[in-house]
């Protein structure tokens, strides 16, 4: 068992980014057991599960003539537009059937304004607004995480660096992420992640 300073973050394991999905991840359903085993070792798991309204900004289909994948201008800078997914209450933004949910300290919900889309379990995509992951680790006592979950090179990435930035130690499970890799996008916030001094293990 890790210490209590130490927290498993589970970033948006969901059946929209698992294989069938709206937003289907390969082998995105190929962690679960290994994030499943790898929660009895510590004493506090979050869980963050991407929860969109259905006008969402982020979605294509709320932008008449886009494709999906399509880069786009948000008030807060360049935003890709994604297949309709993980819609609130919908089948597709519950978590995979196979992770356990018993061990959850806490489910925290993102994506859910409008107007800002959010890769980060800590900021949303303009980078200022809080989504509360922060003080909630803080008032834990919590100072050292370990990221698995979906996708390597969105929200895992986003959550690490902003991690890391707000001076946790951060590491992240590779052998327990799957990634999206939209144009080089993996091999970019691999880097990214190494030079903020992020450990990418497994
Ligand atoms: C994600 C794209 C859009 C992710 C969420 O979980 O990595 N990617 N929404
Ligand atoms: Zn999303």
């Known amino acids: 068992m890790r210490p209590a300073t130490d927290a498993l973050i589970v970033i948006d394991v969901q059946n929209d980014f698992c294989p069938g999905g709206a937003l289907a991840v390969a082998e995105g359903d190929a962690i679960v057991p290994g994030i499943t085993a790898l929660m009895a070792e510590f004493a506090a798991v979050v869980l963050t599960q991407d929860w ?120 992240v499970r590779m052998d327990l992420c799957r990634a999206i890799d939209l144009e080089g996008s993996l091999a970019t916030m691999q880097a990214r992640m190494t030079d903020a001094g992020i450990r990418l293990e497994g």
Not at 78 to 90: A, K
Not at 122 to 144: A, V
């Open 52 to 171: 969109h309204p259905a006008n969402h900004s982020s979605f294509a289909a709320n932008h008449p003539g886009t494709a999906p994948f399509s880069l786009t201008k948000m008030p807060y800078g360049p935003q890709v537009l994604w297949p309709t997914h993980c819609v609130q209450g919908s089948e597709g933004a519950a978590f995979h059937a196979g992770l356990d949910m018993t061990r959850a300290d806490l489910i925290l919900r993102k994506g859910f304004r409008r107007a800002i889309d959010s890769y980060s379990a800590f900021f949303e995509n303009d980078q200022t607004t809080q989504t509360g992951l922060d003080g909630y680790l803080r008032d834990r006592g919590i100072s050292r995480l370990v990221l698995t979950g979906l996708a390597t090179d969105f929200c895992v990435a986003f959550s690490a660096l902003d991690a890391a930035r707000l001076g946790y130690d951060v590491t």
